[in-house]
């Protein structure tokens, strides 16, 4: 199967700490990536992440992969204002079309 | 270095009418993407071409056609417009198809278009 799995919404405080997941079904897949997508934009690329590899950080942002699980997590620190956008987790597979999976999006709301 | 641009922003357009949404990419990109987003839905693929000279329908292409017009642009073509393809369209370009980092795409800022 092709589906990636995303909780639709979360709603944080500023400050805090906040955790996107999705699942996805192919264990075949290569690369696991994160996109932001703030209002009346296009997608901008966060991050992505080698199948093989367990965690990756970049600055404020972790990403989690529990391939076992086929369990996939975005975990934003210290969560500001800016960080309200829709996050589309997507997949990759071994192929020769470049063809991406996306997730519906989980929408982040940073109250204040 | 503009990355990739979608003309044009915004179209209204009455049911049965035609157009042609334009993308260019200035990252010599081999493969392109059109994406249809529409809510709750996330973003499904319309067509895509993996290099110059090839097209692919893609999960969602009937009412669609596209041209690989070189290896910069990539135009998407609505011949008789209808309600149902009011949506919100992005192009996306990537290095290469290859199943690796090489696939990681980058988005256009989208079309808005109405169908009345």
């Known amino acids: 199967g092709e589906d990636v799995e995303q909780s639709l919404f979360l709603s944080v405080r500023e400050g805090d700490s906040s955790v996107i997941n999705c699942t996805y079904t192919?264990?075949?897949?290569?690369?696991l990536y994160w996109y932001k997508q703030e209002p009346g934009a296009g997608l901008q690329l966060l991050t992505y992440i080698f199948s093989n590899m367990d965690m990756k950080q970049d600055q404020r942002l972790t990403v989690l992969l529990n391939k076992k699980d086929k369990h996939l997590s975005l975990r934003i620190a210290d969560t500001q204002t800016g960080d309200s956008a829709i996050y589309f987790c997507?997949?990759?597979?071994?192929?020769?079309?470049?063809?991406?999976?996306f997730g519906q999006g989980t929408t982040l709301q940073v109250k204040p | 270095n503009a990355g990739v641009t979608q003309t044009p922003k915004f179209q209204v357009l009455k049911t049965g009418q035609s157009m042609t949404l334009q993308c260019a990419q200035d990252m010599n990109h081999n493969s392109m993407y059109w994406y249809r987003q529409d809510p709750g839905m996330g973003l499904r693929l319309i067509y895509y071409s993996a290099s110059e000279g090839t097209t692919d329908k893609g999960e969602v292409p009937n009412g669609y056609n596209v041209s690989r017009l070189n290896k910069r642009e990539f135009s998407l073509r609505l011949e008789s417009a209808a309600p149902s393809q009011t949506s919100v369209y992005f192009c996306?370009?990537?290095?290469?198809?290859?199943?690796?980092?090489?696939?990681?795409?980058?988005f256009g800022p989208g079309t808005r278009l109405t169908v009345l």
């Open positions: 996306a370009s990537s290095e290469g198809a290859s199943g690796g980092a090489r696939d990681t795409q980058y």
């Open positions: 997507a997949e990759s597979k071994p192929s020769n079309t470049g063809k991406l999976i």
């Open positions: 192919d264990s075949s897949s290569t690369y």
